[in-house]
């Protein structure tokens, strides 16, 4: 599929997002294919904290501060009055972090499946609360180390499987994304907007500061979690799975691991029962 329609426009710019910032390079990309015509849902978590210093506001189209936990709400009560009003060109987003959406969000997001308004609904997962001291979340990592879980003890929970999630409610679109694949990302984009119900999209945005990485190695850390089976990108439509992206090359995920500082304290034994799991995975 072809992007049409890319604005060279800048919609998101002069945050106060860290340098490397991966979920502010999210919300650029998107604006970049929904246009002016959108009004973004935004509640508490990085990119709202980085955009609502008065008087400056980096969005040029329309923004609401949201309650943690009422993003999905939101999305319908605002796609439903756009309706009544006849203006269902309008891209109603929300862009939501993954505490917001995994755990503290997560039955607003439910609900708001189940009401099947018209709406994209992004996640952008940095793996962790970052935005209030690096704390654990639902979406968080087995074998990462957060303020909440500090070394020599980590996460011991797997990560939890939101696409199977939002699957299971029969919605009409979902996929998985990484900002380091930018134009595999913006298709997706492109592709929800065209949707006349709920859709879905998860994005895995890497976190120099919660991470442990060189701001310049956003990039670079972002193809490592896909190359080494860490993330995959794919797409659920139509009640199908499908892999949208099959990397050339293989990475051990011991290379992942080394690139960061949340998981240098896992042993060998650690790392190899980790990168068996992915290789049963493939």
Known sequence: MKLRNVSKEELYRCSYGCAGCASVLAVRLTLKVLGRNSVFVV?????????????????????????????????????????????????????SGDGGTADIGIQSLSGAIDSGYKFIYICYDNEAYMNTGIQRSGLTPYGATTSTTPSPCFENRPKKDMMRIVAAHDIPYAATACTSY???????VEKASKVNGPTYIHVLAPCPTGWGFPPERTIEIGR??????????????????????????????????????????????????????IDASR
Request: glycine share 8%; net charge neutral.
């Open 182 to 188: 930018p134009l595999d990302y913006m298709q997706k």
């Open 43 to 95: 509640p508490a978590n990085c990119i709202s904290t980085v955009s609502c210093y008065y008087p400056q506001a980096p969005f040029f189209v329309p923004m609401t501060v949201m309650a943690f936990a009422a993003t999905g709400a939101a999305l319908c009560g605002i796609s439903a009055g756009f309706k009544r009003r006849g203006r269902e060109d309008i891209h109603v987003v929300g862009f």
């Open 224 to 277: 490592m979690a896909v190359e080494s089976g860490m993330w995959q990108l794919m797409e659920f439509e139509g009640g199908e799975f499908r892999i949208t992206h099959t990397p050339r090359r293989r990475r051990p995920v011991a290379e992942y691991f080394e690139a960061q500082a949340r998981f240098r304290h896992l042993r060998l034994e650690e790392i190899e029962a980790i990168q068996r799991e």
